[in-house]
């Protein structure tokens, strides 16, 4: 702390300080805010579809009209296999995990731009934001699972022929590991565009781009070899493969590969937040 902010007397009891270094993570700082965290939370779930007729229906609707389409298109137009896995599990676990690692970075890519009025009047953890966009996905993705679950159980008591394996307990880490990776690279997007406002349009172009190359709605097996560098380099294929394989036992098993993202997605993530602390200071200016 500079002399500036010396309190001999000791009778200040909060003293705010920018970011001293780029590893500047105030974990205290999140837990005294917990409430705010809360807040913003709620809030983007109560605004998510308020005023609409269904409401909170559409966390089910928008996945299984998305599912319909891939089916339609990919499954029966397309004629692309599934690996045995019944095209409405393969289809909506894929999009559901996909909606969650997209939008909470597309969330996180607009915290300067989005909660700039929020920012300039009054303090608090700025990562508190994209943290809220990681919590509110991770939940929608636990309610859509009630759904998925359903299909899972259906097509087990009409004969259909796959098995959980005991890589189910890594589940936990998958959904931890593709919220990292979102806003990781989210926040590094969001320092950025503060000053170059045209990655915007290439995220959304880039986001659309990185769906296909991802086995979203195509099993792994069905890429050519030629191809398999872009998988090599996708930190989220294994991600998608390992949720699959692991729930469904059926697939690929991308162990070494899914080894590999795992520290990728947790060095993204420290980036992040480096990152973002440093531009957090003069964000406000160029905004």
């Known amino acids: 702390m500079s002399e500036t902010y010396k309190d001999p007397e000791g009778s200040w009891d909060l003293i705010i300080e920018p970011p001293s270094k ?96 929020l920012f300039r009047k009054i303090y608090f953890p700025r990562m508190v934001v994209p943290i809220s966009y990681v919590a509110k996905g991770l939940i929608t993705v636990l309610i859509q699972s009630i759904l998925l679950l359903t299909f899972y159980f259906y097509y087990k008591m009409t004969g259909s022929v796959f098995e959980t394996s005991a890589w189910v307990l890594v589940l936990p880490i998958l959904l931890f590991q593709l919220g990292a990776l979102g806003i990781g690279l989210g926040v590094i997007v969001s320092s950025w565009t503060t000053k170059y406002r045209d990655l915007k349009q290439l995220l959304s172009f880039g986001m659309q781009l990185w769906m296909y190359c991802t086995p979203i709605v195509y099993p792994l097996s069905n890429i050519p070899e030629k191809w398999m560098w872009v998988y090599y380099v996708n930190p989220v294929a294994p991600i998608i493969e390992m949720f699959r394989y692991s729930l469904l036992g059926s697939g690929h098993l991308p162990l070494k590969s899914w080894l590999i993202s795992l520290p990728v997605s947790i060095v993204v993530l420290l980036l992040g937040i480096a990152i973002f602390n440093r531009n957090e200071r003069t964000f406000i200016d160029v905004i």
């Open 22 to 117: 780029w590893f500047d993570f105030r974990f205290h700082e999140l837990v005294e805010y917990k409430d705010l965290l809360l807040l913003l939370i709620r809030r983007d779930f109560v605004a998510a579809y308020k005023q609409t007729i269904l409401g909170p229906l559409w966390y089910f609707i928008q996945p299984i009209m998305k599912t319909m389409v891939y089916m339609f298109v990919f499954g029966n137009i397309a004629n692309l296999g599934t690996d045995g896995i019944p095209q409405p599990l393969f289809y909506f676990s894929g999009t559901i995990l996909w909606s969650y690692f997209s939008q909470t970075l597309r969330n996180s890519a607009n915290t300067f731009n989005t909660s700039a009025p």
